[in-house]
């Protein structure tokens, strides 16, 4: 029985210009387009995750000039 395969296969398009761009890429550095990929969503998914942090500490921030602002007294 042959091993049990660790990734999952995906299908998706894209518009030829941006495929062309691929091409190009994979050619000058010698890689495959599935480590094209891999490399493009880790860096997507890093810079999204940089997003949400960043929106939480402007969120927090706000919070704490609000409460400030009221003199730290709360509504309780």
């Known amino acids: ?12 398009s894209l518009p030829p210009e941006m495929f062309e761009q691929v091409q190009r890429v994979k ?3 010698g890689r495959d387009m599935n480590e ?3 490399e ?3 860096l997507y ?3 999204r995750e940089l997003r949400r942090e960043q929106r939480l ?6 919070q704490a000039g609000q409460t400030e ?3 730290g ?3 309780e």
């Open 1 to 12: 029985m042959p091993p049990r395969r660790i990734s999952r296969t995906i299908t998706f």
């Open 27 to 29: 050619e000058e550095e």
């Open 36 to 38: 094209l990929v891999r």
């Open 40 to 42: 493009a969503l880790r």
């Open 45 to 47: 998914m890093e810079y």
């Open 57 to 62: 500490e402007r969120l927090r921030s706000r």
């Open 69 to 71: 602002e009221d003199g």
């Open 73 to 75: 007294q709360s509504d």
